[in-house]
Structures are given as C-alpha cells and as structure tokens.
Nanobody, 130 residues
Framework: QVQLVESGGGLVQAGGSLRLSCAAS????????MAWFRQAPGKEREFVAG??????????YYADSVKGRFTISRDNAKNTVYLQMNSLKPEDTAVYYC?????????????????????WGQGTQVTVSS
C-alpha cells in the first residue's frame, strides 16, 4: 500500500502563488506515476498535471488550463511531488488531490482519467479570491 499526504493549500488572491506538496509513504518503490487532480464544487475531478518518477527523461503532462502557470516537480529522495502554482485565477479554486499508480499511466491514452490511478490523498483546499 501507498499513502499520500497533501499540504500547502490555502487562500490566496488572484495573481498569487502557492506550492502544494504530496508526500508518499509505504511501498513507494512500486509507484511509477504521480499526478495532481482537482475538483471544484459541483464539477467532476479533473487532471491538472502528472509526472513519471522512475525515469529522468519523462516529460510532465499538464492540462491546457494550467500550462505555463503550473509546474510539477519531484524529489525522489523525499518521495515527494510538488505543484508550483503561479498566476492563480479564481477558477483554480478547488480541492487538489494527489494521485499515484504503479503503471506508466502517462505513457497511455488515459492519463487524464482519475479511474486509472489507484492511490489517492485526502486533498487540500485551494481558494483563489478575486
């Protein structure tokens, strides 16, 4: 089993920045893909960014809505993935979830589908005020 714990959420004004962290524990050596999703009230959970953690050459994936503003990164020594969020907009308000899976999800066609990730954190709230 793998446990994921998110941190770093909060309230920020539009145009501001936040950095989310996702610390993995347990059988972390089984993880291949880690990703961030978000879910706003009344909406479906949507993919934000993903990264492979086994190979250094894997390119990260981003949702079109966050490209150029968000950056996903990893620290394998700490079993932690980060999401740096800049130029935040009110529409970025949501609960942000960390997800992980033993498969190379980003190498397939369903990398955006939450059903393809088996491990989930509890989520951290991000609120962007206008």
């Amino acid at each position: 089993q793998v446990q994921l714990v998110e941190s770093g959420g909060g309230l920020v004004q539009a145009g501001g920045s936040l950095r989310l962290s996702c610390a993995a524990s347990g059988r972390t050596f089984t993880i291949y893909t880690m990703a961030w999703f978000r879910q706003a009230p009344g909406k479906e959970r949507e993919f934000v960014a993903g990264i492979g953690i086994r190979r250094s050459g894997d390119s990260p994936y981003y949702a079109d809505s966050v490209k150029g503003r968000f950056t996903i990164s990893r620290d394998n020594a700490k079993n932690t993935v980060y999401l740096q969020m800049n130029s935040l907009k009110p529409e970025d308000t949501a609960v942000y979830y960390c997800a992980a899976d033993p498969k190379n999800v980003l190498g397939g066609s369903r990398w955006h589908d939450p059903a393809f990730y088996i491990y989930w954190g509890q989520g951290t709230q991000v609120t962007v005020s206008s």
